[in-house]
């Protein structure tokens, strides 16, 4: 299995950290130093996920130099879909891509992760020669915009990565492993509202509908600071791999903060660490593709290159990859 392309796309609108002191009792100082986060973009009324989700493929498609009509599965990692019953079908359709199957997959911010290692199960056992993996996410419109603990956070994007299956002996996915924790899944979570109402007799029904993201931002702080370190030192060690052979590490845009805490745990010096917190803030399942999609376009990820990957966030859910990027043949 190889990656073979890369695509991104973002909103058209910038919310910037001045402009969200205009809401909450925040300034830009703060939201800077606390979280590296500059500004975010917000989808607008002329924008959809599925339109995002779409120029990312596209950009990705072309970079392989693929046509849709030869993609087998089309696989999108997000908790904000613009239709419960699936965003990827709807995707398919505007690529065109009429012989994928395509399905969503919801982890919130480890879902690329988990749609990468996925996907790299049907590319590695010969079901599927062609795989197009997206990572989406619409938090905006869950998001409390009075709360200044969370809304400063995130922001909305999609990134697509199109991986190929080869016969080479060496399978650009390296080590992973994947973790869950539902039981302390109550520190970050976007529930369903229980709003029951008369239905017949005495029957009543739930009207379906949610509430904002809740999070205990302290709480997953420290879980990412303790389990990513954990799990990738596992990883590492298991393919008997030092952290000093890497050559990137791309984690979950959360913070910086967090970044720089599993960084310094491995002593990898911050010129190997990829981040656009600054400029996009938390996308949710978008960070790691729209982060690796920029790195390969301006030249920082190169053929052959070794990333250590991890994507951690609500489940409580946490995953870590170790691939080569390839790129295109
Ligand atoms: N602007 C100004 N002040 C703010 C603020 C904001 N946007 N948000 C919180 N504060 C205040 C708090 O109210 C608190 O004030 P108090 O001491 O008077 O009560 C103070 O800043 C410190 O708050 P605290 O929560 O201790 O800050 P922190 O250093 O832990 O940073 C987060 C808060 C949310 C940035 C940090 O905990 C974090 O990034 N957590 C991980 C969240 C995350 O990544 N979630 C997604 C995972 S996928």
């Not at 909305?156 to 039981?183: N, R, V, Y």
């Amino acid at each position: 299995m190889s990656l073979v392309g890369s695509g991104s796309a973002i909103p058209a609108q910038i919310v910037t950290n001045d402009q969200l002191s205009l809401l909450v009792d925040t300034n830009d100082e703060w939201v800077r130093t606390r979280t590296g986060i500059r500004e975010r973009r917000i989808i607008g009324p002329d924008e959809s996920l599925a339109d995002l989700c779409s120029d990312a493929s596209k950009s990705a498609l072309e970079m392989a130099n693929w046509d849709a009509s030869n993609v087998d599965m089309i696989l999108i990692a997000t908790s904000t879909p613009d239709d419960l019953f699936g965003l990827a079908p709807k995707v398919q359709a505007k690529l065109g891509a009429a012989n994928a199957v395509a399905f969503d997959l919801t982890a919130a911010c480890s879902g690329f992760l988990f749609a990468f290692i996925t996907a790299a199960q049907f590319l590695q056992n010969g079901s599927f020669k062609r795989v197009l993996i997206i990572g989406a996410d619409q938090l905006s419109g869950w998001m409390d915009w009075s709360d200044r603990r969370s809304c400063v956070l995130f922001g909305d994007g999609a990134g697509a990565i199109a991986l190929e299956a080869i016969d080479q002996t060496e399978d650009a996915l390296i080590g992973f492993k994947m973790k869950s924790d539902g039981s302390r899944g109550d520190c970050l979570n976007l529930p369903q509202t229980r709003n029951f109402v008369p239905l017949v007799g005495s029957h009543l029904n739930q009207k379906g509908g949610f509430s904002n993201i809740q999070m205990n931002g302290q709480e997953v702080y420290k879980f990412a600071v303790r389990e990513v370190p954990a799990l990738l030192e596992k990883v590492l060690n298991n393919c008997e791999i030092s952290p000093e052979s890497l050559d990137w590490l791309l984690l979950h845009q959360a913070n910086q903060r967090i970044l720089n805490a599993v960084a310094d745990r491995f002593a990898i010096p911050q010129q190997k660490v990829l981040t656009n917190l600054a400029n996009y803030g938390n996308t949710s399942a978008a960070t790691i593709p729209l982060m690796l999609d920029e790195a390969v376009r301006d030249g920082r990820v190169e053929k052959g290159n070794l990333i250590a990957s991890s994507g951690f966030g609500a489940g409580l859910s946490w995953g870590v990859a170790l691939f080569r990027w390839h790129g295109p043949s």
